[in-house]
């Protein structure tokens, strides 16, 4: 019995990564935060919460990049000895009772398979079979046997767009004290449920926002609320890497293994169910298809957004892939000006940035941009416009640039690849996009605030390291069959039984599946 505060260590690395890029993460791209500083950047950890008041958090290493390429291997050990050392630490100056593994779940790291299952070892290492271990993860990750089998809890993001994801954070954490808890006031490891399902499809066609993924999610509410269940996680998956981890999953966790078995097979049964039904978020077409729509939209549809989704920077894309933009400024209405307001977000340029803030707002300036890092679809683009903004200090960016082209086209520049989900992203380079015409933004399907000032909006099918089009991107090591890559399972159905993984102490036997 833990008649103390409990003592819990934080540590986790994430970054969701596309196999399907040229572009290469290096370990400045993960922020990483370190001891203190490591445990502050959790609202729900300041002093004076609930949480804060029931355990002795320590932070050894956080990190946290923006999606991208496949990290290397010497920023993976950089970063991996970093956080053992650091971990060594504080099991050097406390007895620790529980860890918070706080990751992503689709990071690939240049020759491993499952680097979280990797990175998870080297800290079991460290802090032994019986600490209690509680892992947080996106439902874009990816959890295999053997993650499930070394972690003691796990659950993950239950909304597409993420607009929960303080409250998975906050729920892991929570799961972690109550299991140190126990039923009895002492700690009790919880029975764990996993069912694979050879399901892979990108996060487009199952937002949670609709059908049938809205559906499939708010039956977790249902299986949660049984008795001896306390946690339900469903993982999508992540589509654009090429490792035999990559699909669908379901984990239950709980006091009792018939429980947490049942409402693993009635989830994971009732997503496979659904498997012909998923569909994008929004009309799809080429790039041209959805101008000649958007050029097209009546003032009521308008402004009307466009995704160039081959590239999003948020889903593991390089965000230097030229073909949209290139493709954009040869329209007529960009070429004759009869297009109105235009935004494109974005394209880094580092050398074009610098010429462009050399010169000045207000001055003319020709530059090229793109194509640095990914040319596999277009090379760099040669854009020659009006300097209209400039700002420094961008956390993603650095410096941004606008330009304006044809008129009214506005493209940004970015010194280094950056996202653009809030309107404050546009605003503070004086971009009004409730006002324009036409927004391209490269990502899939569209965040919340995007979402809201969208009039109407479609899905451009680009070409890409985070392709839609999942066949033209030639998987080889996923898992087959494996839908929607096979679609015939008539004569051998998957098994969607659940397998009941032993405690993180005791060993894992048997086959893979």
């Known amino acids: 019995m833990i008649r103390r505060r409990p003592v819990i260590a934080i540590c986790g690395l994430a970054c969701e990564t596309s196999a399907f890029t040229p572009a290469r993460t290096e370990a400045p791209a993960f922020h990483a935060q370190r001891g203190p500083d490591a445990v502050a950047i959790y609202d729900f950890l300041a002093p004076g919460t609930p949480l804060a008041a029931g355990a002795d958090w320590h932070g050894a290493l956080i990190g946290r990049a923006l999606p991208g390429g496949m990290v290397t291997r010497a920023a993976y050990e950089e970063l991996a000895d970093e956080m053992i050392a650091l971990l060594k630490e504080i099991v050097a100056n406390h007895t620790l009772d529980g860890l918070w593994f706080d990751i992503h779940g689709a990071m690939v790291v240049e020759g491993l398979d499952d680097a979280e299952f990797d990175l998870l070892q080297r800290v079991r290492a460290v802090i032994g079979p019986d600490v209690f271990v509680s892992a947080s993860m996106d439902l ?3 959890v295999s046997r053997e993650l499930v089998h070394q972690l003691d809890l796990v659950t993950c993001y ?98 009792g293994s018939e429980a947490v078995a049942a409402g693993a097979e009635r989830l994971a049964r009732k997503f496979w169910a659904a498997r012909a039904e998923f569909h994008f978020v929004a009309p799809t077409g080429s790039l041209d298809e959805c ?29 230097d892939v030229t073909w949209g933009l290139t493709n954009l ?66 956390k993603h960016a650095r410096t941004e640039v606008v330009l304006r082209v044809f008129g009214s086209v506005y493209v940004i520049l970015t010194e280094l690849r950056k996202p653009y989900h809030y309107e404050r992203d546009f605003t503070e380079l004086g971009l009004h996009p409730r006002q324009a015409d036409v927004v391209l933004v490269k990502i899939g399907y569209l965040e919340p605030e995007l979402y809201d000032m969208a009039a109407d909006w479609m899905l451009a099918l680009t070409p890409g390291g985070v392709d839609q089009d999942l066949k033209r991107l030639g998987h080889k090591r996923i898992r087959r069959p494996m839908f929607p890559f096979d679609k015939d399972f008539d004569e051998k159905p998957p098994n969607l039984s659940a397998r009941l993984i032993p405690m993180s102490n005791e060993p894992l036997t048997g086959p893979d599946e």
């Open 158 to 255: 239950r909304m597409a767009p993420h607009e929960d994801e303080y409250a998975t954070k906050l729920r892991a954490c929570q799961n972690l004290l109550n299991s140190l808890k126990g039923t009895r006031g002492t700690p009790q490891r919880p029975y764990k449920a996993w069912v694979p399902i050879p399901i892979l499809l990108p996060g487009e066609q199952t937002s949670t926002r609709d059908e049938p993924a809205k559906s499939i999610y708010k039956a977790i509410p249902r299986v949660e609320v049984l008795p001896d269940i306390f946690d339900v996680g469903i993982w999508v998956g992540y589509a654009w890497a090429d490792a035999p981890r990559n699909r669908a999953a379901v984990v239950v966790t709980g006091w």
């Open 140 to 142: 874009h990750g990816n």
């Open 291 to 319: 101008l000649d729509v958007a050029f097209a939209a009546k003032p009521m549809q308008r402004p009307y957004f466009v995704s160039d989704s081959g590239d999003n920077p948020t889903a593991g894309g390089s965000g």
């Open 329 to 394: 400024l040869k329209r007529k209405e960009i070429v004759d000006q009869t297009a109105g307001t235009v935004i494109y977000a974005s394209i880094p340029g580092p050398e074009a940035v610098k010429a462009a803030v050399a010169a000045g707002v207000g001055s003319t300036v020709t530059v090229k941009a793109g194509a640095a890092v990914d040319d596999l679809h277009a090379g760099p683009i040669t854009l020659t416009g009006e300097v209209f903004s400039v700002k420094h200090g961008d």
